[in-house]
């Protein structure tokens, strides 16, 4: 399903798509694609995140592509800051992240915006399936415990923590309140966000994992996930 051409206009007046990306060259071009036939006129952000491929020369290829690169690899976190800071910039009200190795399906984009505008939501998660059929045993369980510990936190049910693929309300957002550049930063923004009065809802999502390799220390950044965690207790 695509947006209805009646929307787009205005949809791309309030709305932008951000993608965070490290050397994702064999993916990015098809991802690009996707979006311009899911959205057609909603802008897209891409933050290079410092990548030594082709990233640069895929994305030159589209107009409608505003590209933003670090000079060295700072982390997810700071790509995503980056953007959100670019998109606020511009003027945009809400951008909507996705990852750049084809595990989010852009066909899920209207459905973040219907569920964002039904509910005046300033938060949209995405949510998998959890099944060993279509995820990996360890990312289940990794993903089972962070968002039970968030839920905990925050006193918000969280059902996937680790999903990339959300609605961010960015237009009264202060990035300056985020310290995290790593993976860690996705759950400091739940976090810091969910246990203040922001609007929050989740859409169901296809689980899509087709191989492709993830940065993820599953050892190293679930210890940076606890400290975090117990960090958050101190915040003020």
């Known amino acids: 399903m695509t947006l209805a051409v009646t929307a787009q206009n ?5 709305y932008c798509i951000l993608v965070p990306t490290y050397q994702s060259s064999a993916t990015l071009a098809k991802l690009i694609k996707r979006l311009i036939h899911a959205a057609p006129n909603m802008p897209i952000i891409i933050v290079d995140d410092g990548s030594t491929d082709e990233t640069q020369k895929i994305v030159s290829d589209y107009e409608n592509v505003v590209y933003l690169k670090h000079n060295h690899n700072l982390g997810k976190g700071a790509a995503l800051r980056t953007g959100i800071a670019r998109a606020i910039t511009m003027g945009f009200k809400y951008v909507i992240c996705l990852d750049a190795d084809l595990q989010h399906d852009p066909l899920c984009l209207p459905h973040f915006i219907r569920l964002q505008k039904s509910g005046g939501l300033d938060l949209v998660l995405g949510r998998r399936r959890f099944s060993c059929a279509t995820m990996p045993l360890h990312r289940i369980l990794s993903n ?28 009264n957002l202060s990035l300056q309140h985020f310290k995290e550049n790593g993976f860690q930063f996705e759950s400091e923004f739940l976090i810091k966000t969910l246990t203040g009065n922001m609007r929050y809802g989740e859409q169901s999502i296809p689980t899509v994992y087709n191989n492709s390799p993830s940065s993820i220390n599953n050892l190293l950044d679930t210890g940076r996930f606890i400290h975090l965690f117990l960090r958050s207790y101190l915040w003020t």
């Open 144 to 171: 089972t415990i962070t968002s039970f510990l968030i839920s905990i936190r925050t006193g918000r049910r969280v059902h996937d923590s680790q999903c990339g693929y959300r609605l961010i309300k960015c237009s």
């Open 10 to 14: 205005r949809f791309a007046q309030e």
